[in-house]
């Protein structure tokens, strides 16, 4: 099995940033995509970023593009997420997952999932 762990939520202040790591242990394989999801309290839980198996494109949900970088360190079997101009509304847990499919937005495509990170931005 493959075990994720997160690292380097906490709290900021608006407009401030935060760099989240998803170290991953087990039997790993750079081939695998990764993706991050969040959930807010009373939220269901919402897609953040994407990065594709081997190619290194990315996906991102329109509320955070421009402002949040997906990125691995295939070396380090660790991903990233760089998050920038944040906003009150970015407060959530913040999960890291691996999958094997081709498909990334759906939580349901990712077969490994991390025990979540708490974020939280203060205005």
């Known amino acids: 099995q493959v075990q994720l762990v997160e690292s380097g939520g906490g709290l900021v202040q608006a407009e401030g940033s935060l760099r989240l790591s998803c170290a991953a242990s087990g039997r790993t394989s750079s081939s695998y995509g990764m993706g991050w999801f969040r959930q807010a309290p009373g939220k269901e839980r919402e897609f953040v970023a994407a990065m594709s198996r081997s190619e290194g494109r990315t996906y991102y949900a329109d509320f955070v593009k421009g402002r949040f970088t997906i990125s691995r360190d295939n070396a380090k079997n660790t991903v990233y997420l760089q998050m920038n101009s944040l906003k009150p509304e970015d407060t959530a847990v913040y999960y890291c997952?691996?999958?094997?499919?081709?498909?990334?937005?759906?939580?349901?495509?990712?077969?490994?999932w991390g025990q979540g990170t708490q974020v939280t931005v203060s205005s």
């Open positions: 997952a691996a999958r094997q499919s081709s498909r990334y937005y759906s939580q349901y495509d990712y077969d490994y």
